[in-house]
């Protein structure tokens, strides 16, 4: 597992509300349900994302923004729009609303698109944990994704899947959708004059990249700079002075990071688990060493995370305690909800 794979695991839908409207002007909505992930594509026709505090973004056929939460933000036929917006979140394929038919996208006879009409697709990503907030951290509030003046095959897929009824269908938008996401992610940090993460970047060395690698797919190993250069067959000082310039930290630190990252969730997630249990799980077999690392790191004990639910800045962290080699943590998956009125 890379480290971008790694942010990006649970984050996946599973069973999602599938919001898709065609809607002929003047239109607005308005999504105010605070989703930290935000994901709209334009099948057809043209409108705008009007987020607040920021610039407009038109949207043509084939284009996709990412909207970064949780403030809310609006779609709209045009800026300045006479219409009435139309709040817009998790409840808006409710019965009354249009229920499940609408939900998914299926369009009346009576009342098909007209040439100015647009149809959107819209997916709202609920991001929980520490993981996946490391990469929210790493994005603007909207990732704008152009559509290249070509077809695009996931688009063309995710359009015929939607007008369709047949079995199966939501777990095939669920992964179209998935599909759309991380391609996007990706785009936007891969594109000429971009900035995206050092971490990100740092994946591209054959060096840097093969340590990352490591310390993502072992997190629990009892990892010195010796030992993961000896697996990537390199010296010493060379994995360190390429990783600290790449990455812009030590390979100890970066991963005393992570592992505190992992740990959070953990702690969370694993109700019954003792801090000792969790220090092991990311490899620490001394259970004070590993609070001492977490409170350095995250600012607060594991148990009073555990307690509160904190989420502060990191703190600088040094190199970890001679961990226990464990089996790395799993994380579970993340579901998705998104519902646009029809």
């Known amino acids: 597992m890379d480290a971008f ?7 996946r839908a599973q069973g999602s509300l599938f919001g898709s409207s065609t809607l002929s002007p003047p239109w607005a909505l308005r999504f105010v349900d605070g989703a930290p992930l935000t994901l709209c594509t334009v099948l057809t026709g043209t409108g705008w994302i009007v987020p607040e505090h920021r610039p ?51 369009n009346d006879t009576d009342d098909a698109a007209g040439d100015g009409a647009t149809t959107l697709i819209v997916g709202a990503y609920p991001v929980r944990g520490e993981i996946s907030r490391r990469l929210l951290d790493a994005l603007p509030v909207v990732v704008r994704v152009d559509s290249g003046g070509g077809t695009d095959p996931v688009l063309d897929h995710l359009a015929a899947e939607v007008a369709a009824d047949t079995p199966g269908q939501q777990v095939v938008l669920d992964r179209l959708l998935d599909w759309l996401l991380v391609c996007a992610l990706r785009d936007y940090f891969d594109r000429p004059g971009g900035e995206p993460p050092a971490w990100y970047a740092a994946q591209r ?62 702690l969370t997630e694993r109700g019954t688990a003792t801090v000792a249990e969790i220090a092991r799980s990311v490899g620490y077999s001394d259970a004070f060493a590993f609070s001492a690392a977490f409170k350095r ?24 305690p001679q961990p226990a080699r464990t089996a790395p943590p799993g994380v579970p998956a993340l579901s998705l909800t998104a519902a646009t009125p029809r």
């Open 5 to 11: 794979g790694d942010l990006l695991r649970g984050m």
């Open 297 to 320: 790191i995250r600012g607060v004990s594991p148990s009073e995370f555990r307690r509160t639910g904190a989420v502060v800045p990191e703190r600088p962290a040094g190199p970890p």
């Open 56 to 106: 407009p973004e038109r949207l043509g056929a084939g284009e996709t923004v990412i909207v970064r939460g949780p403030a809310p933000f609006t779609f709209v036929d045009e800026v300045g729009t006479r219409a009435e917006p139309v709040a817009c979140g998790e409840h808006c394929a409710t019965p009354e609303q249009g229920g499940t038919r609408h939900r998914l996208g299926w």
């Open 205 to 266: 060395d054959p060096v840097v990249g093969d340590a990352l690698r490591l310390l993502h797919a072992e997190p629990a190993a009892p990892w010195t700079v010796s030992s993961l250069a000896g697996r990537i067959g390199v010296s010493r000082s060379t994995l360190a002075k390429r990783f600290a310039d790449l990455v812009g930290e030590p390979p100890l630190t970066y991963l005393a990071r992570w592992r505190m990252t992992l740990a959070a969730d953990l």
